[in-house]
């Protein structure tokens, strides 16, 4: 489904965050980026989002090269991507108007015959009722927790019918017993939409629970080789974070990220 | 603030005016109550009404012309940090000069009507609009922008969809600030090569007929006229920033 190669990205003229690098993530994945602060894994979401592009090398989505967002692309973010003068409900709402405000041109929305089961209006309450945001619909994200914001946003991705799901640290400002219901939220609703997901972290954790494959990104330039992948096929079953195996991968993850 | 309290600090105040008013004893200031007659009568037979809604159209069209211009620019240069760099001088030096002084420029450039007297207050909320609004645009969290372009808002659905809401309460604060400002400067320009408005009327009133309570009928309409465009901007506020007035 997404296609790196040859992946050369620099900020500004600065140096090298990524070089010759390649990777590629099948339909269905459940991908963990996992890496130190200032390693670049944010910067390759964005690239996969289509908000940054490459300098060199290509990246590509269902075959496509990536000249700006993609309409099936959703994209949550840690905070403050809600719009602080909308309510739950019209946060929620948003790409819908967006995509009415356009039309189906096939660029900020999908083409009318590439989307059959487009989203619609009753697709809103659904999702609010959904993620428990019933309640909530007429409040201001400033009224809300955090976990409460990170749901309405969720919602406002998922009500779009996205088939694939970037998430840049979406937990990292929550608290553990709501970081981690958002989490197997987050994995069961990637099984329930059949989402490809890549979620972005600086948390070992996080990683290993969630990603059936991690990435592990180091002090850039990031090359492929030597950046690694590693499988964990169990994440997200039941069960999986209080199993040696998941200890292990923490601790392995844990030794390949501390500086030699 | 509650309705009550302002009511009591309206009556406190009419109680100091009746009080100077009988301590001065002098037909230089008449009491409120006089005042009123000569306003209400004023109303009726007089041309009072005529003047007001004069003044009131120069000032309104005035707000409508610069949040016009003021605001999309604002945005365009929040926006933009090249634009920005290259304006960013010009609004520096401009800003800080009291529009006021331009009162005879645009008056002898423009002659008589209402022109001048719109321009001049366009000129005063022009820039503190721009200001604001750029501010505002400016501060917009990157990753608010690039979540609603992930939407798949391009340039035109950033603007209407965050720009624009984003700007509404800047706009609204520069409209606060400066809309009595800009009645005070309208005053002004109405002493000049008109004869219709608030301005005109209580300077006729004082200084050619000396019409005592007449010009104090002038003076409350034209307080009047700023506090009620004060009064629809923070009911605006409440209205269309809702979001701001939740905790």
Request: contains cysteine; hydrophobic residues 45%.
């Amino acid at each position: 489904m997404i296609e790196v190669k040859n992946l050369n990205y620099a900020y500004n003229n600065g140096p090298p965050v990524f070089q010759n690098f390649n990777w590629t993530v099948a339909q269905g994945e459940t991908w963990a980026v996992l890496g130190p602060s200032g390693c670049g894994k944010s910067t390759l979401l964005y690239l996969l989002a289509g908000l940054l592009f490459p300098g060199r090398g290509e990246v590509r989505i269902h075959g496509q090269i990536l000249a700006r967002p993609r309409p099936r692309t959703g994209l949550i973010l840690q905070e403050y991507g809600l719009l602080p003068w909308g309510t739950v409900r019209q946060n929620i709402e948003l790409g819908l108007r967006i995509r009415n405000f356009y039309g189906p041109d096939g660029k900020h929305a999908p083409l009318a015959h590439q989307q059959q089961d487009q989203p619609t209006p009753a697709d809103v309450d659904d999702w609010l009722a959904r993620l428990g945001l019933a309640k909530l619909a007429d409040k201001y994200p400033d009224q809300l927790s955090g976990g409460q914001r990170q749901r309405t946003a969720i919602a406002r991705t998922l009500v779009l019918r996205p088939d694939l799901l970037l998430m840049d640290e979406p937990f990292s400002s929550l608290d553990a017993p709501t970081r981690e219901s958002l989490q197997n939220l987050t994995l069961e609703l990637c099984q329930e939409q059949r989402l490809t997901l890549v979620i972005v972290t600086h948390a070992i954790e996080e990683a290993a629970c969630l990603g059936r494959k991690i990435l592990l990104l180091s002090q850039p330039p990031n090359t492929t080789p030597p950046a690694t992948t590693l499988d964990n096929p169990n994440a997200g079953q039941l069960g999986y974070r209080q199993t040696t195996e998941y200890f292990e991968l923490c601790r392995s993850l844990r030794s390949q990220m501390e500086p030699p | 603030m509650k309705q009550r309290d302002l009511i009591y600090a309206v009556v406190a105040l009419l109680a100091i005016w009746h009080l100077a008013a009988l301590v001065v004893n002098r037909p230089i200031l008449p009491a409120p109550l006089t005042v009123a007659q000569v306003f209400v009568s004023e109303m009726y037979k007089g041309d009072l009404v005529g003047h007001f809604l004069v003044s009131l159209w120069r000032v309104l069209a005035g707000v409508a012309i610069s949040v016009g211009t003021a605001a999309p620019l604002g945005v365009m240069l929040g926006q933009s940090k090249r634009l920005s760099s290259i304006f960013s001088p010009l609004i520096y030096l401009l800003y800080p000069i009291p529009k006021v002084v331009f009162v005879p420029v645009v008056l002898l450039f423009l002659g008589i009507g209402d022109l001048p007297k719109i321009v001049i207050i366009f000129l005063i909320l022009f820039f503190q609009i721009l200001v604001l609004v750029r501010d505002q645009a400016a501060s917009l969290r990157p990753e608010l922008l690039m979540s609603v372009s992930s939407l798949g808002a391009g340039r035109r659905a950033l603007f209407r969809y965050v720009y624009l809401p984003a700007s509404l309460p800047a706009i609204l604060t520069a409209l606060r600030q400066s809309v009595g400002t800009a009645v005070a400067v309208l005053y002004i320009a109405e002493l000049f090569a008109t004869q219709r408005g608030l301005g005109y009327y209580i300077y006729l009133s004082g200084s050619t007929l000396f019409d005592y309570p007449a010009m104090y009928a002038g003076v409350m309409t034209m307080s009047l006229l700023g506090l009620g465009l004060y009064f629809t901007v923070d009911w605006l506020e409440k209205r269309l920033c809702k979001w701001q007035f939740v905790s």
